[in-house]
């Protein structure tokens, strides 16, 4: 039996081995394991941090990193909630055999991808998959300090049956009121009705979701992709990206040598670019800020448009050569844009472009 802690209680250090003591079901391949040391000592850490796994799965022990899914408000315990990738071995070990009652040696608390030490601001926690997790502590702790907190939570996944702590989160959101969640999927379970958002998550769903995004701290954690798409998004918003932070599947960060520095491409207003419209013979020098519809009317051309932000996809156009910068909301498939094909209204040259107008 695992002694409850007191107020003399110790702090848990990694040279203690921890003990499984429950087991809970999550989703499809995703299970929450909870530890406790077996004398009873206290958590140390900050919400979004993780833990390292010594997992002794057949041919010999592998290491495997692990977000903490729990609050450190409450301090008795840690849980780790951890889903199963394509070959995966270590997490696939876990699901299969780890069970309450056993021990595994654990690392850590560790990670710079955590709340500030008081966390009393505005937040976006912007997540896709088990990228949930380090936002599921963040929330969890400003839910569990008592106070009414400030965050517009969005949640993305293939299926709502994929939707991690989607009870949970709804049974947080019933008791606070400035907790506002919002769900986004790719398709839709056989025979289950959803009325939320459908698709890919874009810039048109964030201002609808979250309409002063521009005022909020933003955490944001998922698959590569996602989160590349997601930097996309607010750099075309002009959000401060001093103020945006993410974690990583891969390789959490330990240290700030070890922190992503992002290349991403980002049109600046004050750097020239020209667009060659071949079809009508037709140049124009711009910015890179301009989009090609706008140069396009600016030269007498006509390129139809409807919405203008990269939803309905009537202002599709060939392009020729160069390299623009798109970020739409779904109005061109991916199938186009590997064909060529450009969204003008959303579409920023960079350099010299040639499109078939």
Known sequence: M????????????DSEILECVSVLPEAPDVKT???????GATFLYK?????????????GNVQ?????????????????TVKAQQ???????????????????????????????????????????????PMMSMATTLFERGEDPDICFIQCANRPVDLIFRKKLEYMASRVSGLQLHFVVSKSDPYEV??????????????????????????CCGPDGFMDAVREILNALGYDMDRYHQESFQAPAETNAELTEFDDVVPQEDVKAQIVFAGSKV??????????????KGAGLNIPSGCTFGVCGTCKVKKLSGDVHMVHSGGISEDDVDAGYILACCS???GTIEVDV
């Open 2 to 13: 695992i002694p409850m802690p007191g107020r003399e209680t110790p702090v848990w250090t």
């Open 33 to 39: 394991f909870t530890f406790r040391p077996p004398s």
């Open 47 to 59: 919400a979004g941090q993780f833990i390292t796994l010594d997992l002794p799965v057949p041919g």
């Open 64 to 80: 495997r990193t692990y977000t903490i899914s729990s609050s450190p408000v409450t301090n008795a315990y840690i849980s780790l």
């Open 87 to 133: 070959g995966s071995v270590g997490t696939r070990w876990m699901l299969d055999h780890l069970a309450p009652g056993m021990r595994i040696k654990a690392f850590g608390p560790a990670g710079l991808f955590h709340l500030p030490v008081n966390p009393d601001g505005k937040y976006l926690f912007v997540s896709a998959g088990s990228g949930v997790t």
């Open 194 to 219: 959803w009325t939320g958002y459908r698709g890919r998550f874009n810039q048109l769903m964030l201002g609808l979701m979250c309409a002063d995004y521009l005022e909020r701290e933003v955490y």
């Open 283 to 296: 140049s124009a020098w711009c910015s890179e800020t301009d989009t090609v519809l706008a140069v396009a």
């Open 348 to 350: 920023n040259p960079i």
